[in-house]
């Protein structure tokens, strides 16, 4: 069963789809953050400044560190005012770099003996540097960065003639890499389930608008192309296949995605046949990639099967939910298309032909425009054929000659059967050459061997003319026809005028 699968695959046409491109929400998610991280951290390091001129003898407090934390916190207050989503990652370590300058800075003018408060106050920057390291930037920054700090403090150390015991700040150094690769941690955690919320708020507020956007389709193909236009778009893939059954098990494949000469290989042919009729999405491994195969289920009739591929696997549960959703909300509006169509041809199609009935006629009439060409046919002799060989033979003959309508007749142009043996073509802008259609259709049926001939009448509608008008000439001329011998087409002409006895004019 797979070939003939292959076969009616390799048929489908391809098509370039933009999808719509999933977009990065961690800049936005995480901007206030940042920008609250890097105001503390300068601000912190503006307090560590202010406490330390606090801590000193008044006889060794100098302006100069309170400038440091002034310039500190004005570099605290302009963070709070950038908007970090803009700026690159590397860039985000410039408030790190900052307060490691105030230290070289605070070193350099501080006359501080080997205090505690100086060791203090080391140890407490280097674990706000290297936490906020780990704060804004992925696991393992803070532990590259923290041979930086230890490289700092230990050069700094060597400008100022009091030098400070640095055992406790080198000490802490690892403990505070250790501490902001745990913050980097539990931030990329939190990233994670926030951008994959948001992802899955996102991706479920695209199926909600897809299927708003759903508009009923007026054949399969059409709904075959409409289902695949949705699952590009809303599993962010770029190719996608859809194959749907018909009511009579016929099978119709739509592949939409980049242009591409490759065909369908077997495996996407097993998955289709296999997931038809079927009940649950599954996410399947193809070579280098993973492809999503989902049913489009319907309570009477299978609806069909979709394939899109390649499947991101940062959340395969959600997907094959959402998969499921799709699945069934899509496999709804199939069904309902089949009953619509159930509907439509109840009441528009006739039972024993398979064409248009009355009412349909009425429609095409009233479609006419100028240009289009009203063709009335008749079967010379149906009669007889009833009343020699019995009104099964007379059905037969019908329902030949509404397949030969169907066979014989442009894409464009339409057909119905009016009642009895009267049938109805609207040949659409065949102004050029209306009878040669009629004609097209009489060569047909008589080299088919039949027992019965055809009469055809064709009048050409006109823009100033009604549709009943039109009407009434196509018959004028079916009765021109027959009476001229049956077994041919006859175009209605304007009569001419003559001039009689009495000075009335009459027409011939």
């Not at 977009?23 to 503006?46: D, H, I, K, P, Q």
Request: proline share 4%; with cysteine.
């Amino acid at each position: 069963m797979t070939q003939p699968v292959v076969g009616i695959l390799r048929s489908a046409r391809p098509a370039t789809v933009v999808g719509v491109s999933n977009e990065v929400v961690s800049n936005v998610l995480w901007r206030e953050r940042y920008r609250m991280a890097a105001s503390a951290l300068l601000t912190g390091a503006a307090v560590l400044a202010v406490l330390d001129y606090i801590a000193r003898d008044a006889d060794q407090r100098g302006l100069s560190i309170l400038y440091l934390a002034l310039a500190l916190e004005l570099a605290a207050v302009y963070a709070f005012f950038v908007d970090w989503s803009r700026i690159r990652s590397g860039w985000r370590l410039v408030p790190a770099v900052v307060v490691l300058a105030a230290i070289v800075a605070a070193l350099f003018w501080s006359d501080s003996a080997d205090t505690s408060h100086a060791i203090i106050g080391l140890a407490a920057a280097a674990v706000m540097i290297l936490a906020y390291v780990g704060f804004v930037l992925p696991p393992g920054a803070a532990l590259m960065f923290s041979p930086l700090v230890i490289g700092v403090l230990l050069l700094a150390n060597r400008l100022e003639p009091f030098r400070v015991n640095l055992a406790l700040p080198l000490l802490g150094v690892p403990v505070a890499a250790g501490l902001g690769e745990l913050v980097s941690a539990l931030v990329d955690r939190s990233l994670q389930t926030q951008n994959r919320f948001s992802s899955r708020s996102e991706r479920l507020a695209r199926l909600e608008d897809v299927l708003r956007r759903f508009r009923r389709p007026s054949s399969l193909e059409e709904a075959a192309e409409e289902v695949a236009l949705a699952a590009l778009e809303i599993f962010e893939v770029e190719r996608a296949t859809v194959v749907l059954r018909d009511t009579v098990g016929g099978l119709i494949p739509v592949t939409l995605g980049p242009s591409s000469t490759e065909e369908p290989d077997s495996r996407t042919a097993e998955l289709v046949v296999d997931t038809i009729g079927g009940d649950e999405p599954r996410l399947v491994p193809n070579l280098e990639e993973t492809m999503l195969v989902l049913p489009l289920p319907a309570t009477d009739v299978p609806a069909g099967a979709v394939v899109v591929h390649p499947v991101s696997q940062d959340d395969p549960g959600f997907t094959l939910d959402l998969a499921r959703l799709f699945g069934t909300q899509v496999g709804i509006a199939i069904e309902h298309l089949f009953e619509i169509d159930k509907l439509e041809r109840a009441t528009t199609r006739d039972e024993l032909t398979g064409i248009g009935n009355r009412r349909h006629a009425d429609t095409l009439l009233n479609s006419m425009e100028d240009g289009d060409a009203l063709i009335l046919l008749d079967l010379d002799g149906f009669k007889a054929v009833n009343d020699t060989l019995g009104h099964a033979a007379g059905d037969q003959v019908l329902q030949d000659l509404s397949s030969h309508l169907r066979d014989c007749l442009r894409d464009s142009d339409t057909s119905a059967r009016l009642g009895g043996d009267e049938f109805l073509v609207v040949a659409r802008r065949a102004f050029a050459d209306p009878v040669a259609v009629a004609q097209r259709i009489l060569r047909g049926w008589a080299s088919s061997g039949r027992s019965t001939t055809i009469s055809a009448g064709v009048a050409l509608h006109e823009a100033d003319v009604g549709v009943d008008e039109t009407f009434e000439r196509a018959d004028q001329a079916l009765y021109r026809a027959k009476s001229a011998g049956k077994n041919r087409a006859q175009m209605w002409v304007q009569p001419k005028s003559r001039v009689i006895r009495n000075g009335d004019s009459a027409d011939d």
